[in-house]
């Protein structure tokens, strides 16, 4: 059987983030100098006008640290994705000489659920020193976002000739202060690669901000790779989720069924069709319409409030219903 291709796209807003070490005094400028409504905004006028020759837009501000430049304050985290909620497309290849062509087949892909969220987060205040405990280890930070529009990669998938399974597919999350995006694909449990070659996107705006992250807390990506044994658990978890959603699936009646084809299943005046003897006949009494359940629940509600002295429960002469 031939191969088949397959592509599959994230959606169509996401952006760049870097999280990285800064000196102690940057931070705490930003922190003190400014109130909350102010913060974000002169730092980022800050970090993306920053020229030694012509000067700074707050020339009382320190430096964030030595050699600073923007997108390689990036020791932490260097994301560049979509959001984790802007969903998934997938599209059958049809031609390897054009395979990132737009495709009329392409399809809304949802995963059973994802495999993992890992946390990032770096805009926490400093605790007060009671409040550390031994093993914490706080690192001041700069988180910078830049929102965009487009595209942000796409990752192939190669079959034997079999359909795309939706339930081999799902995807991790990374989580920060600036959003939670796209952190890894994954495909009958293989880590897909992030293929950037028509990566094309317009810039929306910039988001920034200051804080501590205790490093202790962060999830670092090298325990969520193939093979790792961290993951198993995580596997297990969508294994399950993969079971259920197949048994629902199966025992779930499609609802876009036309009356016609409901006729044309039990039998028409005309086509009446045979009868089953072996089947069992209903002895269940048959299940009541919206209209007829509402209707016995006005009748229902207009005996419980014949009394309206409080006697809730008794009929006209006094006499219990």
Known sequence: MSKRIFRIEAGRYGGETVIGKVDKEFVEYFLNEYDTSERESAIIEH??????????????????KEDYYMWECDDIEHINSAYADSGFFV?????????????????SLEAVQPLYGREAYSMGDLPDDEDIKDD???????????????????????????????YKFTYGIIETDMGEFIDSVWYDKKELECD???????????????????????????????????????????DDEVTEAKKERATTVPLN????EIAGEVGTIDNPGTVDINIDPITEPPAVSVD??????????????????????????????
Request: hydrophobic share 20%.
């Open 47 to 64: 970090v993306t006008s920053y020229d030694w020759d012509d000067g700074q837009p707050d020339e009382d501000a320190p430096i964030p």
């Open 91 to 107: 599209t059958e290849v049809t031609n390897e000489e054009s395979k990132y062509d737009y495709s009329e087949t392409e399809t």
């Open 136 to 166: 914490d280890d706080y690192v001041p930070t700069l988180a910078f976002h830049s929102g965009e529009k487009g595209g942000f990669g796409c990752w192939f998938v190669e079959t034997d000739g079999e359909p795309f399974d939706k």
């Open 196 to 238: 950037y070659d028509y990566n094309d996107t317009t810039g929306k705006g910039y988001y920034a901000g200051v804080g501590y992250m205790n490093t202790k807390w962060h999830d670092i990506g090298d325990k969520y790779i193939e093979g790792c044994e961290y993951l198993e658990q995580y596997w297990e978890e969508f």
């Open 257 to 260: 069924i036309s009356v016609d």
């Open 292 to 321: 007829e359940a509402e209707t016995y629940k006005d009748l229902q509600d207009s005996l419980t409030n014949l009394n309206s002295d409080g006697n809730s429960g008794l009929g006209e002469e006094g006499k219990e219903l």
